[in-house]
């Protein structure tokens, strides 16, 4: 009797392997998740890789910066609001952002993004929106010494955008692009913040510590880090009160 048992096990674990082989989506893990209560409900932050977020409130489903090189959207939920932080390649996806798109999709993003999906509405540094009882302000995010050549930064002043999401009593600050800026680290009450830490493109480590020092966030996480070395970012902000979550977003 224990044999026909197991003997009917194997072949439902041996079927499934099948279709999971046959079908890669079926087998295909969902992003990792962090969740933080706020007054409005739970937001749930879905670490899709490199600076590709998705967060969902309640059943309201904000992406930010989707590139499907940064990983698998084919299980993901249809956007509600769609944020673009600049134009690089590993930023903005125009194929997948119409991929995403449903009635009624919002996208917001820089100028230079929207000159490329037409249906966007372009941002600058200082603006605000509301949608869906959830406030959008526009950040500067720019170079101040790294450089492709003299002159040339990697990312201009006035080009690139951060965002930071007001979502009930919590604020989200996604930076986009950029270095330790007078403008980030004027920032206050930021509850949670991802910021960038790889070079030669935006921050390292020291530079990100500054800035969280700085702006004291309660939670950080470094984000679009590349090969950059996570563990000097814990230590530099070792008894700071910070709370460092690494996360798989190379």
């Known amino acids: 009797m224990v044999n026909c048992y197991l003997t009917r096990v194997l072949k439902v674990f041996l079927t499934i392997n099948l279709i999971a082989m046959a079908f890669p989506g079926f087998s295909q893990e969902l992003p990792a998740i962090d969740k933080i209560n706020t007054s409005a409900g739970i937001v749930e932050m879905h670490f899709i890789g490199h600076g590709s977020l998705m967060f969902k409130v309640n059943s309201f489903i904000i992406y930010i910066d989707p590139v499907r090189s940064s990983g698998n959207y084919d299980n993901l939920p249809k956007a509600d609001l ?3 932080t600049h134009e690089h390649g590993d930023h903005l996806d125009a194929k997948l952002i119409n991929d995403l798109q449903k009635q009624g999709t919002v996208l917001f993003c820089n100028e230079n993004s929207a000159s490329k999906v037409s249906w966007a509405k372009a941002m600058k540094a200082g603006d605000m929106k ?3 009882n959830i406030n959008i302000e526009a950040v500067a995010a720019y170079n101040i010494v790294n450089e492709r050549a003299p002159g040339q930064p990697f990312h201009p002043k006035g080009v690139g955008l951060g965002y930071i999401l007001t979502v009930g009593d919590k604020r989200f600050y996604i930076a986009g692009d ?3 800026t007078p ?3 004027a920032l206050r009450n930021i509850n949670v913040a991802f910021l960038p830490m790889n070079l ?4 390292t480590p020291e530079m990100v510590a500054d800035a969280a020092r700085a702006f004291k966030p309660e939670i950080l996480y470094p984000y679009h880090y590349g090969d950059t070395d996570t563990n000097i970012i814990l230590k530099l902000l070792k008894n700071s009160n910070i709370d460092v979550r690494i996360r798989n977003l190379k």
Do not use: F
Request: glycine share 0%; aromatic share 6%.
């Open 130 to 132: 509301e949608i869906n």
């Open 183 to 185: 403008e980030m680290k």
């Open 82 to 84: 769609i944020l673009v």
């Open 178 to 180: 950029t270095e330790n």
């Open 200 to 203: 030669p493109y935006t921050m």
